[in-house]
T-cell receptor, first 113, second 114 residues
Framework: DSGVTQTPKHLITATGQRVTLRCSPR?????VYWYQQSLDQGLQFLIQ???????AKGNILERFSAQQFPDLHSELNLSSLELGDSALYFC????????????FGEGSRLTVL | AQTVTQSQPEMSVQEAETVTLSCTYDTSESNYYLFWYKQPPSRQMILVIRQEAYKQQNATENRFSVNFQKAAKSFSLKISDSQLGDTAMYFCAFMKHGDNDMRFGAGTRLTVKP
């Protein structure tokens, strides 16, 4: 158990809909990262927050947004969903930023029908 | 831009034998981290081993060790005494020191056969 909690574990929705994925980092970790893993592919970095502020942005679509709240949990919002958005979305956390120690949650499996 | 290449999509090994997974990367940076992550069927991403580029000594964690060749930009993972529980996808990853964007390779699916 990494200590990173993601909900929901599974989510099935229709095209055009909007969903929110939630992540609670390990206790004491200030950085939260979001990654997308499409079928049988590596992980693509989406976005990172550090202590409530956006720190880095990767290949995140404009239809997607995220935020980190004062209690350090984070939410990833996916809107106007398309079939290609079906993927495993991982949250990871670390104490500091840029030091390389990431702890991953179990992921949220999103299926868009 | 940094890229990570894993040229072996799938590999298999007999239980108790040794297997080596390959990884190469491309960067102009001198200070960075390299990682191997394991993703079993449970899909949890588990850190297997971590190497800091400024350290010449190869990292070792029990049955897992790396062969880090900085000049060649190569970072292979050796698994000794393979166990059935080692069956998983293995991802090689790169992160520049002070950066926040961990770059992953496409993964190698390892099957340990009884």
């Amino acid at each position: 158990d990494s200590g990173v909690t993601q909900t929901p574990k599974h989510l099935i929705t229709a095209t055009g809909q909007r969903v929110t994925l939630r992540c609670s980092p390990r206790s004491g970790d200030l950085s939260v990262y979001w990654y997308q893993q499409s079928l049988d592919q590596g992980l693509q970095f989406l976005i990172q927050y550090y202590n409530g502020e956006e720190r880095a942005k990767g290949n995140i679509l404009e239809r997607f947004s995220a935020q980190q709240f004062p209690d350090l949990h984070s939410e990833l919002n996916l809107s106007s969903l398309e079939l290609g958005d079906s993927a495993l979305y991982f949250c990871a956390s670390s104490v500091l930023t840029g030091t390389g120690e990431l702890f991953f949650g179990e992921g949220s499996r999103l299926t868009v029908l | 831009a940094q890229t990570v290449t894993q040229s072996q999509p799938e590999m298999s090994v007999q239980e108790a034998e040794t297997v080596t997974l390959s990884c190469t990367y491309d960067t102009s940076e001198s200070n960075y981290y390299l990682f191997w992550y394991k993703q079993p069927p449970s899909r949890q991403m588990i850190l297997v081993i971590r190497q800091e580029a400024y350290k010449q000594q190869n990292a070792t964690e029990n049955r897992f060790s790396v062969n880090f060749q900085k000049a060649a930009k190569s970072f292979s993972l050796k698994i000794s005494d393979s166990q059935l529980g080692d069956t998983a996808m293995y991802f090689c990853a790169f992160m520049k020191h002070g950066d926040n964007d961990m770059r992953f390779g496409a993964g190698t699916r390892l099957t340990v056969k009884p």
